[in-house]
């Protein structure tokens, strides 16, 4: 017997002796856990609980919860950590490919390739880039009222749950009004003052930015609606007027874009908007 068949056989015994002081591999079970998160008051013996759930009905904000010493009891942190997760995802999340392909828009991008640039260089997001701004020139409709823009900004989140209500709304108000649209465009990685380029490539009188805001802890599903009357290099940003909060818990989609139509609407007529138009229509 030769050296190799030695160690072979000697290499075949030690496996032996493992497996039988070794324990058998359990088979893995994938246990899921589910955790219900809903307004309860957790204060101790509160003196008039009936108020303190009459008050959380009315709020997002964090009362009526208890404490251990000095710390939230672990309900309530957990609470406080799937609002904080649900405001990352917001964030950091793209708008899905799926939910952009139901909404049949052209899709352009921003000069900031990634998250980490859009929030590090705020100018990435206020330019289009080449590509898109080429293709923009060739594509979208020229001289309309109306330009709309649907960006993802701080929240895919408020994007993916309001859009799907609030852009037919907001369409459906201008075409009754008379008031033409041009072709809406999701952009993505963008900030509301990319409006002023797409404004200038389509010539036209109003640009409006459905756009995802910088989402809180009470609600990560919100959006905001920024529009300017005819932007140029002198633009400054209380030439915008702004409608905010606009989610189920704020301002519902479809009322806000029935909303939106009637002050575009007075916006055109006034040839004005931001500061101007408040103090036009006051």
């Known amino acids: 017997m030769n050296i190799e068949e030695i160690v072979a056989k000697v290499m075949k015994e030690l496996e032996k002796q493992q497996e039988k002081i070794l324990p058998k591999k359990v088979e893995e079970k994938i246990i899921e856990v589910t955790y219900e998160k809903r307004k309860e008051v957790t204060v101790d013996n509160p003196s008039n609980n009936e108020s303190i759930m009459k008050a959380q009905a009315l709020t997002p904000a964090r009362i009526g919860i208890g404490h251990t010493g000095t710390r939230m009891k672990t309900k309530n942190y957990l609470d406080f950590r799937i609002d904080h997760a649900a405001a990352q995802d917001a964030v950091f999340k793209s708008v899905p ?18 998250m980490e640039q859009y929030l590090m260089n705020l100018e990435s997001g206020r330019k289009l880039s080449e590509q898109s701004a080429t293709w923009a ?10 330009q709309i823009i649907i960006s993802d900004g701080l929240s895919s989140t408020g994007i993916e749950a309001n859009i799907g209500d609030l852009l037919p709304a907001l369409m459906q108000g201008l075409t009754i009004k008379n008031i033409s649209v041009g072709q809406p465009v999701y952009i993505e990685n963008s900030r509301v003052w990319i409006q002023d380029e797409i404004a200038k490539i389509v010539d036209c009188d109003i640009v409006i930015s459905l756009i995802g ?70």
């Open 97 to 114: 490919k799926e939910f952009l392909k139901e909404l049949n828009l052209p899709v352009l991008n921003s000069k900031a390739t990634s």
């Open 137 to 146: 020139k060739e594509n979208l409709p020229k001289k309309k009222q109306v």
């Open 213 to 282: 805001e910088r989402p809180g802890l009470a609600t990560s599903k919100s959006i905001s609606a920024y529009f300017i009357y005819r932007p140029n290099e002198k633009t400054v940003e209380a030439d915008r007027t702004v409608i905010s909060n606009i989610h189920d818990g704020g301002i519902p989609p479809v009322e806000a874009g029935a909303y939106l139509a009637d002050v575009i609407e007075k916006a055109l007529q006034s040839k004005a908007s931001g500061v101007k138009l408040a103090q036009i229509t006051q």
